[in-house]
């Protein structure tokens, strides 16, 4: 004969095992949403992919153009345009508008931290740190370092040209902010025949290498033309882009989520290889 104690046990049986069954259900449930949100968010990822791959090559395109009043320009605006539902912001700078790193003085190296901000002590040490990376010898500068000052940090000086600008950042003297500032406005990649471009330049790299400075008029004026303030100068006299070595930029952006990929490029005059990547990122 069941007692009311045995009725309690058995509703509480009940209950635990209802409470049970649905801890376990929301387990599933979530574990399901999570793998769904994941799903999701690849499936935007490579939906953004795909969309500033297909920036890069209509950028690729428009600077390839044979009708000159359709080539893209190559003086660091922005252009904005729709692929599908994605928005697309794509900007084309000119390598030859910037400080070339494998390509410039003492006095230049110089101006280019000066111009970026450096002064004192900081600025001899990154200067004569930029010396002693490049050049081919172990021998120190004063306020500069060779390969038993960088040697706790795993590293030593190339004691040849930068492969690439992210290189600086190893440099005694330089920290994360210093290298954002001067990181859009210098190059590896400037080119063979040519020389520094003012009318497609960044600001940094203007005022450094023209020795102008920052507050002068031509640079306030490049400053304006990059912000859309002031039409840029037509940069298409000559626009002659082969063997030119350019950076593509692309943001791609669709509901609060964005992407960014970059490539530097060089057309070619060869229609069966016409263009090469000489980096992408």
């Not at 960088?150 to 492969?163: E, M, T, V």
């Not at 082969?242 to 952006?253: D, K, Y």
Request: charged letters at 25%; glycine letters at 8%; aromatic letters at 8%.
């Amino acid at each position: 004969m069941k007692t009311a104690r045995d009725s309690g046990y058995a509703m509480l049986a009940a209950i635990l095992g209802i409470a049970a069954f649905s801890y376990v259900s929301f387990q599933v449930l979530a574990e399901n949403r999570g793998i769904i949100s994941v799903v999701q968010a690849e499936t935007e990822r490579a939906r953004l992919t795909a969309a500033c791959n297909a920036g890069l090559t209509l950028a690729i395109q428009g600077l390839a153009s044979k009708d000159k009043k359709q080539q893209w320009l190559i003086d660091s605006t922005k252009r904005t345009l729709k692929f599908d539902d994605v928005t697309l912001t794509i900007i084309v700078e000119d390598e030859r508008g910037k400080v070339p790193l494998n390509g410039i003085n003492e006095d230049q190296v110089h101006d280019l931290f000066r111009t970026a901000g450096v002064s004192g002590s900081r600025l001899s040490t990154l200067v004569d740190s930029y010396e002693d990376w490049i050049d081919p010898d172990n021998q120190r500068r004063d306020s500069g370092a060779e390969a038993p000052q960088y040697a706790a940090l795993g590293y030593k000086p190339r004691n040849g040209s930068f492969h690439t600008i992210s290189e600086i950042r190893y440099l005694k003297g330089m920290d994360d902010d210093l290298y954002a500032r001067v990181a859009p406005a210098i190059t590896t990649f400037f080119g063979e025949s040519g020389g520094f471009s003012e009318g497609t330049s960044q600001v940094l790299a203007l005022a450094a290498l023209s020795e102008v400075g920052l507050d002068s008029s031509d640079v306030i004026q490049r400053q304006q033309e990059l912000a859309g303030l002031r039409p840029a100068p037509d940069v298409r006299d000559p626009p002659y882009l082969i063997g030119r070595t350019l950076t593509v930029r692309v943001e791609a952006s669709r509901a609060g989520a964005d992407i960014k990929r970059s490539a530097i490029v060089e057309l070619t005059a060869n229609p069966n290889d016409p263009v090469w990547v000489r980096y992408l990122e």
